[in-house]
């Protein structure tokens, strides 16, 4: 048996010879072994980086000579403001949205994308679309209008705006034209009661309390039939200004339109499609081939049997307006509201409602704008059959419905600004939306409620991703594209706004 020293020796020898040998070995060979390891390692790395591609959601999308010269004008752009950005340690997307709104409007990439083609705008509230300006402008000059000008009380909260006739408006109530006359700073001060500015971000306990309190304070302004068409008309003419050639809007029928000899009370149908008729009419002259269409949106915190009767009227409706009711929608915070699954019941009866009339209801449901795992409506939305999920934010936190969600192709109404603002996410580069599109997810890019947040269009959150989310114009087709095919529009419908797309694209193109 060998002792413990000779096998020290033996252990010597073996070593020494081992490094004689690779020193008796050529440097030349070691250094391309190394280097046909490292082109092996590429392969694998670009094979990888393939596979990914090949799922991403715009995969299919073949870009034109000239497409392709303006791909790489925008990528040398992007990289030179991200290069840009780095080194100032600034980056507009992961800050709050009103520290660089000034910003976003200087730059070339915003010219650009303004004159970009969008397609369709589909998640829209109607009360909460236009301008703030021309509201407190038109609130000023409609005699009757008046403004709650007192701190809250248990009915009304400060900066409330409705018609009433003279001598008799609630105790707080001014006309909004006497209180611009004799109150300093009138305007700026409503103006700051209706939307939100970089404060909200840091002074708010509630945001939800403050964009709710706010739709309180505007509604009696848009629900006022003498201003109501021309509320619309203004907010479609600034997406039209914007490139955007359909809206479907998200329309309260429990919101009723009032006059000063009429209080509000349940509203006919036949009364809504009357002035959605004329405004369709007036808009038609701005851009005669601009489509429109709504979606009956009702408050998810309301008991099951008031939904299941506002289901039945929407259904009626639905049958009997085909062209203007085209779904059914709850909306209202998810975090303090009734669950999906509460109202699921009334969901499931749908196919009953539609044996018997021959019409259907499709629905496209509100779920996911949440940060909480334990918010799980996007199961039932999901279940339940929704043709596009409005939000659908926490839809990362599970995996197999992630799947199912791109198995089923059902749309992503994706709101970046707004989950930004509304706090769901700081940094738009982590929006999970980002994710969902490399995960062959179909998404759509709307602004949800673009007068509260004080911006217009869809060309601030179309910069914002292009940036944050590295896009390419591949993306951008993509994105815009599936406005139209996962909008409400009938198939012949998508035929033709197809057709205007296109057209209306090849020219953006081809001037810049």
Same mark, same amino acid.
């Given at each position: 048996?060998?002792?413990?020293?000779?096998?020290? *020796?033996? *252990?010597?020898?073996?070593?020494?010879?081992?490094?004689?040998?690779?020193?008796?070995?050529?440097?030349?060979?070691?250094?391309?072994?190394?280097?046909?390891?490292?082109?092996?390692?590429?392969?694998?790395?670009?094979?990888?980086? =393939?596979?990914?591609?090949?799922?991403?959601?715009?995969?299919?999308?073949?870009?034109?000579?000239?497409?392709?010269?303006?791909?790489?004008?925008? =990528?040398?752009?992007?990289?030179?403001?991200?290069?840009?950005?780095?080194?100032?340690?600034?980056?507009? !997307?992961?800050?709050?949205?009103?520290?660089?709104?000034?910003?976003?409007?200087?730059?070339?990439?915003?010219?650009? #994308?303004?004159?970009? !083609?969008?397609?369709?705008?589909?998640?829209?509230?109607?009360?909460?679309?236009?301008?703030?300006?021309?509201?407190?402008?038109?609130?000023?000059?409609?005699?009757?209008?008046?403004?709650?000008?007192?701190?809250?009380?248990?009915?009304?909260?400060?900066?409330?705006?409705?018609?009433?006739?003279?001598?008799?408006?609630?105790?707080?109530?001014? !006309?909004? =034209?006497? #209180?611009?006359?004799?109150?300093?700073?009138?305007?700026?001060?409503?103006?700051?009661?209706?939307?939100?500015?970089?404060?909200?971000?840091?002074?708010?306990?509630?945001?939800?309390?403050?964009?709710?309190?706010?739709?309180?304070?505007?509604?009696?302004?848009?629900?006022?039939?003498?201003?109501?068409?021309?509320?619309?008309?203004?907010?479609?003419?600034?997406?039209?200004?914007?490139?955007?050639?359909?809206?479907?809007?998200?329309?309260?029928?429990?919101?009723?339109?009032?006059?000063?000899?009429?209080?509000?009370?349940?509203?006919?149908?036949?009364?809504?499609?009357?002035?959605?008729?004329?405004?369709?009419?007036?808009?038609?002259?701005?851009?005669?081939?601009?489509?429109?269409?709504?979606?009956?949106?009702?408050?998810?915190?309301?008991?099951?049997?008031?939904?299941?009767?506002?289901?039945?009227?929407?259904?009626?409706?639905?049958?009997?307006?085909?062209?203007?009711?085209?779904?059914?929608?709850?909306?209202?915070?998810?975090?303090?509201?009734?669950?999906?699954?509460?109202?699921?019941?009334?969901?499931?009866?749908?196919?009953?409602?539609?044996?018997?009339?021959?019409?259907?209801?499709?629905?496209?449901?509100?779920?996911?704008?949440?940060?909480?795992?334990?918010?799980?409506?996007?199961?039932?939305?999901?279940?339940?059959?929704?043709?596009?999920?409005?939000?659908?934010?926490?839809?990362?936190?599970?995996?197999?419905?992630?799947? #199912?969600?791109?198995?089923?192709?059902?749309?992503?109404?994706?709101?970046?600004?707004?989950?930004?603002? #509304?706090?769901?996410?700081?940094?738009?580069?982590?929006?999970?939306?980002?994710?969902?599109?490399?995960?062959?997810?179909?998404?759509?890019?709307?602004?949800?409620?673009?007068?509260?947040?004080?911006?217009?269009?869809?060309?601030?959150?179309?910069?914002?991703?292009?940036?944050?989310?590295?896009?390419?114009?591949?993306?951008?087709?993509?994105?815009?594209?599936?406005?139209?095919?996962?909008?409400?529009?009938?198939?012949?419908?998508?035929?033709?706004?197809?057709?205007?797309?296109?057209?209306?694209?090849?020219?953006?193109?081809?001037?810049?």
């Amino acid at each position: 048996m060998l002792g413990i020293s000779q096998i020290k *020796w033996l *252990w010597m020898i073996g070593v020494l010879a081992m490094v004689a040998s690779m020193a008796c070995k050529p440097a030349e060979a070691t250094l391309n072994d190394r280097q046909r390891s490292y082109q092996q390692y590429l392969s694998q790395r670009h094979a990888l980086m =393939a596979d990914d591609s090949a799922l991403y959601f715009d995969h299919e999308m073949q870009l034109n000579e000239k497409e392709k010269q303006l791909n790489n004008r925008l =990528a040398d752009l992007q990289q030179s403001m991200i290069e840009d950005y780095k080194a100032n340690h600034f980056f507009p !997307p992961a800050r709050n949205f009103y520290q660089s709104k000034d910003h976003i409007e200087g730059t070339e990439l915003f010219d650009i #994308l303004r004159k970009m !083609p969008k397609g369709g705008i589909l998640h829209l509230h109607l009360s909460a679309m236009g301008d703030a300006t021309w509201l407190i402008e038109r609130a000023i000059n409609t005699p009757e209008m008046h403004v709650y000008w007192q701190e809250e009380s248990d009915d009304f909260t400060k900066g409330q705006l409705h018609a009433y006739h003279p001598g008799q408006a609630p105790t707080g109530f001014f !006309p909004a =034209a006497d #209180l611009d006359a004799r109150v300093m700073n009138f305007r700026d001060s409503l103006r700051s009661f209706i939307t939100f500015d970089e404060k909200i971000d840091r002074d708010s306990v509630d945001i939800w309390g403050n964009f709710e309190d706010i739709f309180q304070r505007i509604d009696g302004f848009v629900m006022y039939k003498p201003v109501w068409v021309d509320h619309l008309v203004h907010g479609l003419n600034i997406l039209i200004g914007d490139n955007i050639q359909h809206a479907e809007l998200r329309v309260p029928f429990f919101n009723t339109l009032y006059e000063l000899d009429r209080p509000a009370n349940i509203t006919a149908m036949a009364e809504y499609v009357e002035t959605l008729v004329e405004v369709k009419r007036l808009i038609e002259k701005i851009d005669p081939e601009f489509t429109l269409n709504i979606i009956h949106a009702n408050l998810r915190f309301f008991d099951e049997e008031t939904i299941w009767q506002d289901i039945q009227f929407t259904h009626q409706n639905r049958a009997k307006y085909p062209e203007w009711v085209r779904g059914y929608d709850l909306v209202a915070e998810e975090d303090a509201g009734n669950a999906t699954l509460y109202h699921a019941n009334n969901f499931l009866k749908l196919d009953s409602l539609e044996r018997v009339s021959g019409t259907s209801l499709p629905l496209y449901l509100h779920d996911g704008e949440s940060d909480w795992a334990s918010v799980d409506n996007l199961y039932d939305a999901v279940l339940l059959g929704t043709r596009r999920i409005g939000h659908g934010f926490n839809l990362f936190r599970f995996p197999k419905l992630l799947d #199912l969600v791109r198995e089923k192709n059902i749309c992503m109404e994706i709101n970046p600004l707004s989950n930004q603002i #509304l706090g769901y996410v700081r940094d738009l580069r982590i929006h999970p939306a980002s994710t969902y599109l490399r995960r062959g997810i179909d998404c759509t890019i709307s602004s949800d409620d673009p007068l509260i947040f004080d911006y217009q269009g869809l060309s601030y959150d179309y910069w914002s991703i292009f940036l944050a989310w590295e896009l390419d114009l591949a993306a951008l087709k993509k994105l815009s594209r599936n406005s139209i095919t996962h909008s409400a529009m009938t198939e012949d419908e998508k035929i033709k706004a197809l057709a205007v797309w296109e057209k209306r694209w090849e020219h953006f193109v081809t001037s810049n």
